[in-house]
């Protein structure tokens, strides 16, 4: 089945520690897409990728970092400089770039600091 | 700024009963509008989307939303409501012509069915 996977669905940090939410997908699309879900808050965008080897900074790109060396993977690595990085991350996907284009979520990765 | 507005954070209705949940935007130029529904825990799950042409869109689980261009909103309903709609409902829009090619989220609905 295509589709989108986190892993791992729980996570869990001592501060200080860099960590690395994993989303892959085998749907074929181009753009992925990272956000971040605080209660209350709705859904707030961390990064995007167009197209391998490239992406752009969302409304909250600050603390973390991406990499999108294979078309399927889009890591999200959330350091240290991240003030407050407890929060439920989604991982999306499209398969165009046109700004209609449906997005598919992964079940999400819930991030802990201890 | 652009922005989208659900001002419900949270309602309860009867199983059977109807449902409205509210959505605004604001943003100079009609964007491409969604709702997507979320269970506790998981990814969300795209309902209906408008991007032109009828004002009325039907989604799937029995749901459609009607778009407003006077009002600017893209409300979404159901005539009756079973208990396995518990869940969060979030409007988002897609800017055109911004060059960013992401989603923009409300704060979302939740909503809780009663017995």
């Known amino acids: 089945d295509g589709g989108i996977t986190q892993s791992p669905k729980y996570l869990f940090r001592k501060e200080g520690q860099n960590v690395t939410l994993s989303c892959e997908q085998n749907?074929?699309?181009?753009?992925m897409y990272w956000y971040r879900q605080d209660p209350g808050q709705g859904l707030r965008l961390i990064y995007y990728s167009q197209i391998v080897n490239d992406f752009q900074k969302g409304d909250i790109a600050e603390g973390y970092s991406v990499s999108r060396e294979k078309k399927e993977s889009f890591p999200l690595t959330v350091t240290s400089a991240q003030k407050n990085p407890t929060a439920f991350y989604l991982c999306?996907?499209?398969?165009?770039?046109?700004?209609?284009?449906?997005?598919?979520f992964g079940p999400g990765t819930r991030l802990t600091v201890l | 700024a652009q922005s989208v507005t659900q001002p419900d954070i949270h309602i309860t209705v009867s199983e059977g009963a109807s449902l409205e949940l509210r959505c605004n935007y604001s943003?100079?130029?009609?964007?491409?509008l969604f709702w997507y529904v979320q269970s506790p825990g998981q990814g969300l799950q795209l309902l209906l989307k408008?991007?032109?042409?009828?004002?009325l869109v039907q989604g799937i689980k029995g749901f459609e939303a009607e778009f407003k261009r006077s009002q600017s909103s893209f409300n979404l309903r159901k005539p009756s409501v079973h208990w396995s709609d518990a869940a969060e409902y979030f409007c988002?829009?897609?800017?055109?012509?911004?060059?960013?090619?992401?989603?923009?989220f409300g704060s979302g609905t939740r909503l809780q069915v009663q017995p």
């Open positions: 408008y991007f032109s042409g009828d004002t």
């Open positions: 943003y100079g130029a009609t964007p491409y």
């Open positions: 999306a996907s499209s398969i165009g770039t046109s700004e209609g284009s449906e997005q598919f």
């Open positions: 988002a829009v897609a800017l055109m012509d911004t060059g960013r090619r992401a989603l923009t």
């Open positions: 749907l074929n699309h181009d753009a």
